[in-house]
């Protein structure tokens, strides 16, 4: 099993910027990748950004490309999504997410095995 907690959501204005952090705790040492996916009110859970433990690779969904960044902390116990120019739409609740093997299908949301509880970013305009 593994328990992940996010923090570091909020309320922040057009523009501005916020840093997500997900911690890990139990067997991390079985995750192939995390990643950071949303859900605003009304819509489904939609892919975000998620990194693969082992080289670094990273992808990204179009709507955030250019705008966020995912990275790891030294131990693979910890990932971060910085978020810079933040719009009105990216305003949702965005929750960590671990996957045990190469699904291949990493923007989905059944390929993950375990999820944290979510954080809230808001966005004002």
């Known amino acids: 099993q593994v328990q992940l907690v996010e923090s570091g959501g909020g309320l922040v204005q057009a523009g501005g910027s916020l840093r997500l952090s997900c911690a890990a705790s139990?067997?991390?040492?079985?995750?192939?990748?995390m990643g950071w996916f949303r859900q605003a009110p009304g819509k489904e859970r939609e892919f975000v950004a998620t990194?693969?433990?082992?080289?670094?690779?990273?992808y990204y969904a179009d709507s955030v490309k250019g705008r966020f960044t995912i990275s790891r902390g030294n131990a693979k116990n910890t990932v971060y999504l910085q978020m810079n120019s933040l719009r009105p739409e990216d305003t949702a609740v965005y929750y960590c997410?671990?996957?045990?093997?190469?699904?291949?299908?990493?923007?989905?949301?059944?390929?993950?095995?375990?999820w944290g509880q979510g954080t809230q970013v808001t966005v004002s305009s």
């Open positions: 990194i693969i433990w082992s080289g670094g690779s990273t």
């Open positions: 997410a671990a996957e045990k093997f190469d699904s291949g299908s990493y923007y989905l949301v059944p390929a993950y095995d375990y």
């Open positions: 139990g067997r991390t040492f079985s995750t192939y990748a």
